[in-house]
């Protein structure tokens, strides 16, 4: 039993250094969304409110959420794919280890990520544009944007599912990228036309960031997006549970 | 002796194909084992049987007296596999050091290091090795835990032979200190070297088995080669009598037979035309060819 507490400890150490080592991690997770929030902030001007909201806190949620997401899909899935391709899942399964004590490793590190980025995001932001915002909602949309994150796991590991690890580079950008400017993470969705605003809507990225946008805005977290957040969820692990066995039976 | 690995006629059939067929075999702890065979003989499909990777059709397959997929035969195996598994963005030692943690006794580092020849590579990055680096850290891998059974399939593939040589000589002392190897390898000089029991696999079926000089003693492993004159066939040759086979490259001739000093009164009766006569006796390569070639044919 110590043996596979220290060996799921190892394991968890293992995923954060290499997240750590991975360059695309940290210029997407943590330069540009950094970056992103000083720019478009400084651009816009501090007076610009969206709905209730000021817009510098407003954008420092959507790029708190940007860099979480981009930790998921480019630098997770690309680790689940590489694995998987090179052997390294094989080789897992004869060793002692526990498959729990991987999926468990794999989700405690991703959960130290995102709350690095997290906290990475608020405090630079934070301090950099002298955001006032009460304790409370700073706790309760870091709790939030973190828990909710976990989500976009699901979709990293559907992604990472797939065999050719380049395809899955490619593929993972492009989900991002357009995730992200359809869920108004770059601009928000009260600038878009009717129908985009819409299509906003049924995406997990606008639902993710509604939730941080509501706290900062005083409002309670809407539970229709949480149980659309949570559908993808389920929905993302059961489609990568499905072609994981079928890719094993091979 | 305690049997080490224990196959009770298993079979494995992929798609209608027999890829393994009715094969028993029982290992004792302390042999050096080598798998021969020719590609596609259900060499890899058997180790990974035994490992529990595939399950078989039917049979029995029991590792140290367990099922091979319990977590307490885990903690005493380990296996370098055909393809390279090494993972993105970590070093050599922290690879090692991850793998020694699954274990409950692994070995100090430091000995894995030097077993393997990676002591200057400890902080090179996995995926910077060359290839016959990354088989070595393979193998490192695979000793972490001190196992009882240890599996290297193709395990010196891509390396030099500096390393081939280390690489044997730790083997050796992992036999003496009593630890099962099973290799399969397509070096049958490495064979030759490594085990002390040899089993040799076609179409998924134990078609030789025993020491190495028992297997070169067993079969019709001796050849006769020489320069044919223009007016040599294939047929005539095929006719004579203990000639199992024939191998031409340009007009040299290679004769495969049991009986090599009757043969070559044949040819001298028979008035073939022949220059530059050798004649070879068996090594375990032709050993290994006379095994699988008629086989190949029937």
Redesign the interface.
């Known amino acids: 039993m110590n043996?596979t507490f220290?060996?799921t400890?190892?394991?968890c150490k293992?995923e954060l250094?290499?997240?750590i080592?991975?360059r695309r991690f940290v210029f997407f997770s943590v330069i540009m969304p950094v970056a992103f929030f000083f720019i478009f902030s400084s651009t816009v001007g501090s007076d610009v409110k969206i709905g209730s909201v000021d817009f510098t806190s407003y954008y420092l949620m959507s790029m708190t959420v940007y860099g979480v997401i981009g930790a998921s899909l480019t630098s997770f899935a690309q680790?689940v794919s590489?694995?998987r391709v090179?052997?390294?899942i094989?080789?897992l399964?004869?060793?002692?280890?526990?498959s729990w004590s991987y999926v468990l490793s794999k989700i405690v590190a991703q959960g130290v990520i995102n709350l690095a980025i997290i906290l990475v995001v608020f405090v630079v932001g934070g301090i950099g544009k002298q955001i006032d915002l009460p304790v409370s909602v700073w706790l309760e949309s870091g709790l939030w944007i973190w828990i909710g994150g976990f989500a976009f796991m699901a979709l990293g590991t559907l992604i990472g599912s797939m065999r050719n690890p380049d395809a899955v580079q490619v593929l993972a950008l492009i989900v991002y990228m357009s995730l992200s400017i359809l869920g108004g993470l770059w601009f928000p969705t009260s600038t878009m036309s009717g129908a985009m605003q819409t299509i906003a809507k049924i995406t997990p990225t606008y639902r993710l960031g509604q939730g941080a946008w509501n706290l900062v805005g005083g409002e309670a977290i809407d539970w229709a997006g949480v149980g659309i957040l949570a559908a993808y969820a389920v929905v993302f692990m059961l489609i990568s549970a499905y072609i994981m066995k079928k890719q094993e039976a091979v | 002796m305690k049997a080490a690995i224990q196959l009770e006629r298993v079979t494995k059939t992929f798609k209608g194909k027999k890829a393994v067929d009715d094969l028993s075999l029982t290992v004792e702890a302390g042999t050096v084992l080598a798998l021969l065979g020719p590609n596609g003989a259900g060499k890899t499909t058997t180790i990974s049987m035994i490992?529990?990777?595939q399950q078989p059709s039917s049979g029995k397959v029991k590792l140290l007296e367990d099922d091979p997929r319990s977590?307490k035969v885990?903690?005493r195996?380990g296996?370098m596999?055909q393809?390279?598994?090494?993972?993105?963005?970590?070093k050599v030692g922290?690879t090692i050091?991850?793998?020694r943690?699954?274990?409950?006794r692994p070995l100090p580092l430091d000995q894995l290091l030097l077993i393997s020849g990676l002591e200057k590579e400890k902080d090179k990055m996995a995926t910077a090795l060359s290839g016959g680096q990354q088989r070595r850290l393979g193998f490192a891998?695979a000793a972490a835990?001190d196992p009882d059974i240890i599996f290297l399939d193709e395990p010196t593939v891509g390396m030099d032979v500096t390393s081939r040589q280390l690489f044997w000589d730790t083997i050796r002392a992992m036999a003496s200190r009593g630890k099962t190897v099973v290799l399969t390898t397509h070096y049958l000089e490495e064979a030759d070297q490594l085990a002390d029991r040899i089993v040799v696999i076609d179409r998924g079926r134990v078609i030789a088995d025993g020491t190495p000089s028992e297997i070169k003693a067993g079969t019709t492993g001796r050849i006769i080669s020489f320069t044919a004159g223009a007016g040599v066939t294939d047929i005539a040759l095929r006719r004579l009598p203990g000639v199992t086979d024939t191998e031409w490259s340009g007009r040299r001739v290679k004769l495969y037979s049991g009986d090599t000093d009757r043969l070559i009164f044949a040819l001298v009766e028979n008035r073939i035309d022949m220059r530059d006569i050798e004649i070879q006796s068996g090594g375990l390569e032709e050993a290994f060819q006379a095994l699988v070639q008629p086989a190949k044919e029937a």
């Open positions: 043996t220290s060996a400890w190892a394991q293992a250094l290499r997240t080592r991975n680790r590489k694995e090179q052997g390294w094989r080789l399964r004869i060793t002692p280890l526990p | 490992l529990g990777l977590p885990r903690d195996i296996a596999l393809e390279i598994s090494v993972i993105d963005n970590l922290e050091n991850l793998f943690s699954y274990f409950s891998m835990g």
